[in-house]
């Protein structure tokens, strides 16, 4: 009926799909191993009760990047070796990563080329795809998160120096960055227009920092819980409004 308000909802649709009931904008990523088509079907329903539908099909098409089609992850931390697995969880071999206490890997989806950051050793590594270790960067104290950005530099959260660090892609720099003398940062990932985003943990408390391109901090929140992960909402693009973390006593937050 004229005026009524419209509520939209989906009647058929593939894995991971939403739509928002008030502007009808459908959202869906898929994920590996969906190619082909997918049937959808929207609802429109006005507030007296009277709905129309629409049926429509998507296909979807093997990206560029499916050649790395495999999942990087830590096999043994103590021993310091990540493995390369199927998306079926088969393990298709494991490696050294030259360190020890090996915390996190971060895969660049240009080339295949495996990071990892050894927490023990203090030190960050770099793979080929075929696990051969291109060069590994030492007195790097404590090292946990790592991302990789457009240009493969990897940053990491230098735990035990209270740093960021910012590694050449091709190990010929390392840049420390100070991120106002805040204590512990253990998690980092990049967000929209190249900002680097820091969550850092103590025993009660921790910060979120969000930093530029160029190492700079531009603004931070301090937290009544430690931080444990970051994520951004790929959906929006919004970094600040959309910045997930999750604290150790189960609790989420929005900045």
Do not use: C
């Amino acid at each position: 009926d004229e005026g009524l308000a419209v509520t939209y909802s989906l009647v058929r649709f593939p894995s991971g799909m939403w739509i928002n009931p008030t502007t009808g904008k459908i959202h869906w990523i898929p994920a590996f191993g969906r190619n082909g088509s997918h049937t959808v079907e929207v609802k429109a329903t006005d507030g007296g009760g009277q709905f129309v539908t629409q049926t429509y099909n998507i296909q979807v098409k093997t990206s560029a990047y499916k050649k790395w089609d495999v999942i990087w992850g830590v096999t043994d931390s103590t021993n310091g070796r990540i493995s390369k697995q199927d998306y079926n969880g088969k393990t298709i071999a494991t490696y050294s990563t030259g360190g020890t206490g090996t915390y996190s890997v971060a895969v660049n989806p240009a080339t295949g080329d495996v990071w990892a950051t050894n927490n023990s050793s203090n030190s960050v590594s770099k793979l080929d795809k075929n696990g051969r270790q291109l060069f590994i960067k030492t007195n790097i104290s404590k090292p946990w998160g790592i991302y990789l950005d457009s240009a493969g530099n990897a940053w990491v959260a230098e735990n035990g120096a209270s740093t960021v660090v910012k590694i050449a892609a091709d190990g010929s720099r390392i840049d420390r960055f100070n991120i106002n003398g805040i204590p512990n940062p253990k998690t980092i990932i990049g967000g929209k227009n190249g900002d680097i985003w820091v969550g850092t943990s103590t025993s009660s408390y921790g910060y979120v920092l969000r930093l530029n391109s160029s190492g700079q901090v531009l603004r931070y929140w301090k937290l009544v819980r430690p931080v444990m992960d970051l994520a951004i909402n790929p959906n929006t693009g919004h970094t600040v409004a959309t910045m997930w973390y999750a604290s150790s006593s189960n609790q989420l937050a929005v900045i």
